[in-house]
T-cell receptor, first 111, second 110 residues
Framework: ETGVTQTPRHLVMGMTNKKSLKCEQH?????MYWYKQSAKKPLELMFV???????ENNSVPSRFSPECPNSSHLFLHLHTLQPEDSALYLC??????????FGSGTQLSVL | SQQGEEDPQALSIQEGENATMNCSYK?????LQWYRQNSGRGLVHLIL?????REKHSGRLRVTLDTSKKSSSLLITASRAADTASYFC??????????FGTGTRLQVTL
């Protein structure tokens, strides 16, 4: 275990559903990240939070909405997703970069 | 543009053999990391090499960095079936931006 826990591990949702991904880190880190991993593509950084403040948003569509209530928890709220949003969503944390600690990911399928 | 690109995309070897993976990048970096990912799981940090270092070892892992050629290699010696995974390089540029490559899929057979 890396100290970063993601739930759920798998999620199947329709395009009209609303769901949330959850990430919790037990490492005392000050930064948390959401990455998207699609087949045969490099990891795509979606959002970065430092001390609960969003510091990066890499042109992510508004149907993805992050929330960071404190330094240990990170959520990704999903609504009206498209089939091309199906991917492995990875949460990570770090203390003053660059080494990242990843969770096991949520495998998302959008039908 | 994509910073790190691994080569080969896929590698199949027998247990006990050495596995070598390469990473090339385009712009100046502060450091380079290698990560490992088992199928459907998160990435696990293996090793970090700074731009002023040329070689680093960790157990059966050996990483080299050639900043003049903008390339790095990861050598896994005496491979085991448990080494089967995808391996990614990640570069940190001067703007502290971390960029991952597309990975090398390593298959180690008995």
């Amino acid at each position: 275990e890396t100290g970063v826990t993601q739930t759920p591990r798998h999620l199947v949702m329709g395009m009209t559903n609303k769901k949330s991904l959850k990430c919790e880190q037990h490492l005392g880190h000050n930064a948390m990240y959401w990455y998207k991993q699609s087949a045969k593509k490099p990891l795509e950084l979606m959002f970065v939070y430092n001390f609960k403040e969003q510091t990066e948003n890499n042109s992510v569509p508004s149907r993805f909405s992050p929330e960071c209530p404190n330094s240990s928890h990170l959520f990704l709220h999903l609504h009206t997703l498209q089939p091309e949003d199906s991917a492995l969503y990875l949460c990570a944390s770090s203390q003053d970069r660059p080494k990242l600690f990843f969770g096991s990911g949520t495998q998302l399928s959008v039908l | 543009s994509q910073q790190g690109e691994e080569d080969p995309q896929a590698l199949s070897i027998q247990e006990g053999e050495n596995a070598t993976m390469n990473c090339s990048y385009k712009t100046s970096i502060n450091n380079l990391q290698w990560y490992r990912q088992n199928s459907g799981r998160g990435l696990v940090h293996l090793i970090l090499i700074r731009s002023n270092e040329r070689e680093k070892h960790s157990g059966r892992l050996r990483v080299t960095l050639d900043t003049s050629k903008k390339s790095s290699s990861l050598l896994i010696t005496a491979s085991r079936a448990a080494d089967t995974a995808s391996y990614f390089c990640a570069t940190t540029g001067t703007a502290s931006k971390l960029t991952f490559g597309t990975g090398t899929r390593l298959q180690v057979t008995l």
